[in-house]
């Protein structure tokens, strides 16, 4: 047996060794497409875009928006201003803001967005913030939501 076990190992051999296997060839560099440019600021999506301001506290949605009204020719400028540098500008803009006791505005702000544009959407938001409204009637704030639409019409 001990002489047997010599010729099984020599006549089985030693495990084959495995094909090579030709190297895949690398892939090919792909000229780059030229970078798209990042979307512009602003939240797409969020809240929906109501044609009509909601308030959510003592004052009414009629004198938010006789107030808003009333600066309309400043509103309008920050989209006309920067429809003549980007003439396919138009969209809807969201502004949230809250209306404190005395009629003071904070927290001035684009809710959502589908202009995407943030120099426009900037500068509603600093025009409204601006603003002073009529006193809360009762409590200490009232939370607005005011939809912008460009072109106007």
């Not at 009762?138 to 939370?143: C, D, E, I, R, T």
């Amino acid at each position: 047996m001990r002489i047997l076990l010599p010729l099984l190992l020599i006549a089985c051999g030693a495990p084959p060794e495995p094909a090579e296997t030709p190297e895949a060839p690398a892939p090919e560099a792909k000229a780059e497409a030229p970078a798209e440019e990042a979307p512009p600021a602003g939240k797409i999506g969020g809240a929906p875009i109501l044609p009509h301001p909601v308030v959510i506290g003592a004052l009414s949605a009629d004198k938010v928006s006789e107030v808003i009204e009333a600066h309309l020719d400043e509103l309008d400028a920050c989209y006309t201003n920067e429809v003549a540098k980007k003439p396919d500008l138009k969209g809807k803009v969201l502004v949230k803001f809250s209306i404190q006791k005395d009629g003071s505005v904070t927290n001035a702000r684009t809710e959502s967005t589908s202009l995407r544009h943030e120099p426009t959407e900037a500068c509603l938001a600093e025009v409204v913030a601006k603003q002073t409204f009529p006193a809360l009637e009762s409590g200490k704030l009232a939370v607005v939501q005011f939809p912008f639409s460009f072109p106007r019409g």
